[in-house]
């Protein structure tokens, strides 16, 4: 059984073919390069959990990418790194507001009943899923050492 998002970039690729989008078809091709990458490697199927940490991972790596570029002038790389991180947020479901991500946060420490940041790898065990491909897991480990501070 095919994962959905799985199916939704394949449907992308084919959708950028017939409209001649070079660009993005690009983009979708290293997106489906990297999970096919993954399937040989480590001889599995994705499922759409591992599939958002894919998506996760590689827009992270476009974010760390686009700051260098702009920190170096090189505006022309910055662009297409941008390009990149836009056209793999179309399959990250909505992102959460801070206000959401504090709530969950808040109901992970007590779920948790974690004391201090010595505790902060329970808390992240319990948000990390809940939260993943849709917030940016550097900020979530702020506001966790914040509560737990």
């Known amino acids: 059984m095919t994962a959905e998002l799985y199916t939704s970039v394949k449907n992308a690729v084919k959708a950028a073919m017939r409209a001649k989008d070079k660009e993005r078809l690009a983009t979708l091709r290293m997106i489906t390069a990297e999970f096919k990458r993954i399937e040989v490697d480590e001889r599995i199927e994705l499922d759409d959990a591992r599939i958002l940490a894919v998506l996760d991972k590689m827009t992270k790596q476009r974010r760390d990418s686009y700051q260098q570029y702009i920190d170096a002038g090189r505006e022309d790389l910055a662009a297409q790194e941008q390009l990149e991180i836009d056209i793999i947020a179309d399959f990250l479901p909505q992102a959460l507001t801070e206000d959401e991500i504090k709530a969950l946060v808040t109901a992970a420490v007590a779920q948790s009943g974690a004391e201090s940041t010595r505790d902060m ?29």
């Open 121 to 149: 790898g329970k808390v992240m065990a319990i948000v990390k899923p809940q939260v993943q491909g849709r917030a940016d897991m550097g900020e979530v480990s702020k506001l966790v050492k914040q509560q737990l501070g």
